[in-house]
């Protein structure tokens, strides 16, 4: 294992949490190998350990390019790196209006439905 990918590994654990990297890796096959390398070690190595713009910036870079894309799928494990990230709801909510005024209302609305029922999942019954 190469040293970034080792320093990705340990900053996918630190961003997502183990249970999630864990789950990840117990899936990993022979054919997708190679990708997970390369997201190891291009994601989360290089981009997620620079330190020149915080963890939380990131999170809300990341969420508004997923939106701004339509790339919808990965808005709920995002949206539960917060917790670790320090981004807050604020956050993230105006990262998503810069997505409607930039880039369209439907993704920004779809983004907002796919976060408040991440959220909720999150808080629980008690809210």
């Known amino acids: 294992m190469s ?6 590994m340990t900053v996918r654990r630190e961003v997502l949490g183990d249970d999630h990297v864990d789950r990840a890796e117990a899936q990993k ?12 070690e291009g994601a989360w190595g290089t981009l997620w350990a620079d330190d020149t ?3 939380r910036e990131r999170s809300m870079l990341t969420l508004a390019l997923l939106a701004a894309t339509g790339n919808f799928e990965e808005i709920p494990m995002h949206i539960r790196a917060c917790a ?12 998503f209006m810069h997505v409607a005024v930039y880039a369209g209302v439907p993704r920004a609305n ?7 029922q991440t ?9």
């Open 53 to 55: 713009i915080t963890r």
């Open 119 to 127: 959220y909720a999942e999150l808080e629980g019954p008690e809210g």
């Open 84 to 95: 670790r990230t320090g981004a807050s709801k604020e956050d993230v909510m105006q990262a």
């Open 3 to 8: 040293e970034r990918v080792a320093k990705g």
């Open 110 to 116: 779809h983004a907002i439905k796919l976060a408040k």
């Open 29 to 40: 096959s022979g054919f997708d190998a190679p990708f997970q390398t390369l997201i190891t």
